[in-house]
């Protein structure tokens, strides 16, 4: 699905959006940029490709994976755990692929500071390809219910069609849970957020 810039909603499932995407400042995570990973050298999550990109491996080598049992305060039995986690299951491969796309700079202020911005307008082609596929995974992994599409969502908090008054980037909350995040400017400058947490720090 091309970016037209068509946004996607972030209404957040209830399973994971009950952590909520924050407004205070992130919390610092200390590191230091990765170098370029091979893998070998890097445990993989279940649900990793199984030829995992450059990107993912990059973004494996900084992020932990997310533990399931935190998608357990939304699913009622067996059967509603296990559809659950294999929604969200689907779409961090493409969360991982995106924040694998942050540059050298990006990593490292990220990293410094527990959070990265990017004007929509600004991201490389290689972020605006991983953006667009990250929009057309939680599509497809939320189809048929009402977090389906996230640029709708975004569309309803304030942002423009092409994305102009949109940032997208990665935040830290809780001190340790990383979420793909939109910030959408109002007309009064006030900003609206919408995220979807999908690893640790």
């Known amino acids: 699905m091309k970016l037209a810039w068509r946004v996607v909603a972030v209404v957040v499932a209830a399973a994971v959006g009950s952590l909520g995407c924050g407004n205070g400042q992130s919390p610092k995570a200390g590191a230091s940029a990765p170098a370029q990973p091979t893998n070998a050298s890097i445990p993989l999550p279940d649900w990793a490709p199984e030829d995992p990109s450059r990107e993912f491996l990059r973004a494996a080598r900084v992020l932990k994976p997310m533990p399931t049992e935190l998608l357990d305060a939304g699913a009622r ?33 990220f990293l410094s500071t527990g959070q990265i911005r990017i004007p929509v307008k600004d991201l490389t082609i290689a ?9 057309s ?27 102009s008054n949109v ?28 995220c979807a947490e999908f690893a640790c720090m």
């Not at 939680?138 to 969502?153: C, I, N, P, S, Y």
């Open 167 to 194: 940032e997208a980037g990665f935040d830290v909350q809780a001190g340790h849970m990383v979420h793909v995040k939109f910030w959408v400017k109002q007309p009064d400058g006030s900003v609206q957020q919408r």
């Open 77 to 109: 039995g067996d059967q509603t755990r296990a559809a659950t986690i294999d929604k969200f299951a689907r779409v961090w491969p493409a969360s991982y692929e995106f924040f694998g796309t942050l540059t050298d700079d990006q990593m490292k202020r």
């Open 127 to 135: 972020q605006k390809t991983a953006l667009e596929s990250w929009f």
């Open 137 to 163: 995974a939680w599509q497809r992994a939320m189809k048929g219910t009402d977090d389906e599409d996230f640029l709708v969502d975004l569309y309803k908090a304030g942002a423009e069609r092409d994305l």
